[in-house]
Antibody, heavy 122, light 108 residues
Framework: EVQLVESGGGLVQPGGSLRLSCTTS????????MSWLRQAPGKGLEWVSF??????????QYAASVKGRFTISRDDSKGIAYLQMNSLKTEDTAVYYC?????????????WGLGTLVTVSS | DIQMTQSPSTLSASVGDKVTITCRAS??????LAWYQQKPGKAPKLLIYKASNLESGVSSRFSGSGSGTEFTLTISSLQPDDFAIYYC??????????FGGGTKVEIK
């Protein structure tokens, strides 16, 4: 069974940093691109970042709203995807989800974690 | 960026009703469109991919159609478990991947 479990969320002051982890099981992690998405309280879904699998050289993309502040990475040996978030702003407050496509090179999301809440507030 | 616009934003319906939600793209996304259902406090659930393909395990009450810039999600006979928020997502362009603003289906 495919499982994705996010962790690392919490309360942080504006300008601070957090690192989110997405721990996976039930599939060959190295075969898949992994994405992070978020949902601000009472708002819709926003894609944040993805990292391709190593066959595609692990290339990365970011939403304009986080580019230069967030960094996505992956550890294929551990089956974990990370999202390093620096220079956090109040508008980054959201539930952050990691998600996986149904196949290695698709760009929609068949599997989601439960999410981890990030609150940026002084 | 490809903008995705859903209508209506809220829909009031009764059990047994046929429900249609529309998603329009600001430029063609061909058939690279997915639909999700989200319930309060839960992660989204994939319903439809490639505009009209039903995800495994999803009820056949759900169907998707369209191509290019206009798409619809239809629920043939609304059930109590279907009251939720529905989102479309284009994946023709992944720079960035974009979602519609959501359609809340509520009890009339």
């Amino acid at each position: 069974e495919v499982q994705l479990v996010e962790s690392g969320g919490g309360l942080v002051q504006p300008g601070g940093s957090l690192r989110l982890s997405c721990t996976t099981s039930g599939f060959t992690f190295s075969d898949y691109a992994m994405s992070w998405l978020r949902q601000a309280p009472g708002k819709g879904l926003e894609w944040v970042s993805f990292i391709r699998n190593t066959a595609w050289r692990g290339t990365k993309q970011y939403a304009a709203s986080v580019k230069g502040r967030f960094t996505i990475s992956r550890d294929d040996s551990k089956g974990i995807a990370y999202l390093q978030m620096n220079s956090l702003k109040t508008e980054d407050t959201a539930v952050y989800y990691c998600a996986r496509p149904p196949s290695g090179s698709s760009w929609y999301f068949a599997y989601w974690g439960l999410g981890t809440l990030v609150t940026v507030s002084s | 960026d490809i903008q995705m616009t859903q209508s209506p934003s809220t829909l009031s319906a009764s059990v047994g009703d046929k429900v249609t939600i529309t998603c329009r793209a600001s430029q063609t996304v061909y058939d690279w469109l997915a639909w999700y259902q989200q319930k309060p406090g839960k992660a989204p659930k994939l319903l439809i991919y490639k505009a009209s393909n039903l995800e495994s395990g999803v009820s056949s009450r759900f169907s998707g159609s369209g191509s290019g810039t206009e798409f619809t999600l239809t629920i043939s006979s609304l059930q109590p478990d279907d009251f939720a928020i529905y989102y479309c997502q284009q994946y023709n362009s992944f720079s960035p991947l974009t979602f519609g603003g959501g359609t809340k289906v509520e009890i009339k």
